[in-house]
């Protein structure tokens, strides 16, 4: 038997505050009761490594929630309480297109996040950490989220896409509001912040873009109109919905990998001693290290467009499963001793980034500006320490990240 009769709810469950500060044994919990753990709503939670990297591959499990049971339901239901508007995005952005509509968005946006496109940025990513972490050594303390982790990425994502920086921190408050949409709920009503989020940054780029069109640069912004322009079939609403994609994936996540990555060393201070004697050798498998151990992106829902057979069960068409990537980056069966953080680690297939069709477009990116941020910070400041005892972690279940970090810069 695959599955067991108890269900689980994971929003229920990330409620209490000491599952909140550490789930990680909860998501172990949720293994240990089998690969396929059904929730209160007809879904499923998905726990293991293997099935979890099946699913995020396999076409026949969809990122759009269109293909649930009882979606048509849930439509009418939206559209009546006036949500209508976001659920329309979750329909056409690009994190949840299905082919041929995600290949052709993919493709667009594409060719600005290469490996070798986004190196190229490297120099100035550096620049940005080295003028914040100057900013910051005048202080001798700094608070880590506002003053290096949102920053960073914010400020190179709004140069790629050519956007000035006096809208960015109202664009951020959005953005902030916009991404509690993504988590596991039945409550519609904590959709009206999000979409009234999503209404705002809709008006705000709509007006970005014609100013855009009147005055190209060169920039991401004026490549996607351009691209529209030159019959690439890319609509206004896609366009608007893209540029809000890479605005709040362009910054939300990293900040969390930032943040996250920054406490877990703080929290382990003999793999931070590893990074900080070897920063040149070790960054790079250290980055990749925290992604596994404290993934930003904690789950992924996909739903069958048609029969399947999961974990020896035959689901139906219209099944959903909660792709626990969090719980699936410890699992023991790929990772060994998977509670201990080693930045050392080579054997290292983490899905912080997902897998398949919608494997994250700007991992490229998110990697360097974690590199950069990083590993400058730990090489300038070897004393730096924790200045509250106990965090504040972000109230989404989807996202995870400290809610503020101070750190002070010349030890305790």
């Keep these: 038997m695959s599955t067991v009769e108890q269900p689980v709810s994971l929003t229920e469950a990330l409620k209490d505050p000491a599952v909140r500060q550490d789930p990680y044994p909860t998501y172990a919990s949720f293994r240990e009761r089998g690969p396929l753990v059904p929730t209160p709503f007809g879904g499923y939670l998905l726990t293991r490594h293997a099935d979890c990297f099946q699913v995020l591959r396999d076409a026949r499990w969809s990122s759009s929630q269109k293909h649930q049971n009882g979606w048509e339901n849930i439509e009418q239901l939206v559209e009546s309480m006036g949500f209508g508007e976001l659920f329309s995005i979750f329909g056409r952005v690009m994190l949840f297109a299905d082919p041929p509509d995600h290949t052709r968005l993919r493709r667009i946006v594409s060719k600005a996040f290469t490996p070798r496109a986004v190196e190229a940025m490297r120099p100035r990513i550096a620049e940005l950490v080295d003028g914040l972490l100057d900013d910051a050594a005048a202080r001798g303390e700094m608070e880590l989220v506002r003053d290096l982790a949102f920053p960073l990425p914010v400020t190179v994502i709004a140069e790629m896409l050519g956007m000035p920086k006096s809208e960015l921190d109202q664009l951020q408050a959005w953005t902030s509001e916009a991404v509690k949409a993504l988590d596991p709920s039945d409550d519609f009503m904590a959709l009206v912040p999000a979409g009234q989020a999503v209404g705002e940054m809709r008006t705000y780029f709509d007006a970005f873009v014609a100013e855009k069109r009147r005055s190209p640069g060169d920039d991401l912004t004026s490549a996607l109109i351009a691209a529209e322009d030159d019959g690439e079939s890319l609509t206004h609403d896609e366009l608007l919905d893209t540029m809000i994609l890479l ?76 792709v626990m990537i969090a719980g699936a980056n410890r699992d023991p069966e790929v990772f060994t001793d998977p509670d201990r953080l080693d930045i050392g680690r080579t054997e290292n297939r983490h899905l912080a980034f997902g897998g398949g069709i919608h494997l994250c477009l700007g991992a490229p990116l998110a990697r360097i500006e974690g590199q950069e941020a990083i590993g400058r910070l730990v090489r300038r400041f070897p004393d730096m320490a924790l200045v509250d005892d106990e965090v504040v972690w972000k109230e989404t279940a989807t996202i995870r990240g400290p809610q503020h970090l101070r750190v002070s810069l010349t030890g305790r």
């Design 247 to 322: 605005f709040g994936a362009g910054h939300e996540t990293t900040v969390n990998l930032i943040t996250g990555g920054v406490l877990n060393l703080l929290q382990h201070p003999s793999e931070l001693a590893r990074l900080q004697a070897d920063p040149d050798g070790l960054i790079e498998s250290a980055v990749e290290e925290l992604l596994r151990f404290g993934p930003p992106v904690q789950v992924s829902a996909r739903t069958a467009t048609t029969d399947v057979e999961l974990c020896g069960q035959r689901l139906e068409k219209g099944s959903q499963v909660v």
